[in-house]
């Protein structure tokens, strides 16, 4: 999921969010109402907003979700671009990608 910080806002990009279906995946509707139970703001075609205070709930709710296996690695992993300083807390569940690939992934 590509994310970006400001000003101790974590940013998921819209277009990367789980997306809640009436007849979807129990695990899928799951991850949607989990993350956004914790979302600061979590608003249709916005990225969804998380402060600084509850990176380390989501780090643990994404790491459980990624160890069980039912997601894809890049739906539970927060993608940031190469000049960002990704913080400790969230560490264990980010990684970098190109600001190309960031861009081109929409």
Do not use: C
């Amino acid at each position: 999921m590509r994310a970006r910080i400001d000003q101790e806002i974590l940013y998921i990009h819209q277009e990367d969010v789980p997306a809640y279906k009436k007849s979807g995946s129990v695990v899928r509707n799951s991850y949607f109402w989990a993350l956004r139970s914790i979302a600061d703001r979590a608003g249709f075609n916005q990225d969804w907003e998380f402060a600084d205070v509850v990176w380390p709930a989501l780090e643990r709710m994404l790491m459980s979700f990624t160890e069980s296996g039912y997601l894809g690695y890049r739906e539970t992993v927060l993608e940031f671009t190469d000049e960002v300083a990704i913080p400790d807390a969230l560490r264990p569940v980010g990684t970098w990608i190109a600001e190309d690939d960031y861009d081109a992934e929409a």
